[in-house]
């Protein structure tokens, strides 16, 4: 039973550090695309602010698969909102 718990473990953390991977897809497609427009603001705002309250625990916690899979999404999709922003289209006022 002790070697099954730690083959989960290991598979776990491998899906800790895989799983967050899928936003460097998004990532590149803004940024090729230059538009953001078809991402909601509150969507990356919010999934972005529930990441930042969730990392101190991951600092602090003994769960390595937690601490590895909250820091590594959460520097990962800070990627991802930093090129939400810097391609959102603002409208222009004198359209």
């Not at 895989?18 to 919010?46: C, E, H």
Request: glycine share 2%.
């Amino acid at each position: 039973m002790l070697f099954k718990s730690h083959t989960f473990e290991l598979l776990a953390l491998v899906a800790s550090v895989v799983m967050p991977m899928w936003n460097i897809p998004l990532i590149v497609q803004i940024f090729r695309r230059k538009s953001s427009a078809d991402l909601s603001l509150y969507w990356a705002w919010g999934v972005w602010t529930c990441m930042l309250l969730m990392v101190p625990w991951a600092f602090i916690t003994s769960d390595q698969v937690l601490r590895v899979f909250s820091i590594i999404n959460f520097v990962l999709f800070s990627g991802v909102v930093i090129a939400v922003m810097k391609y959102r289209k603002v409208p222009d006022a004198r359209s």
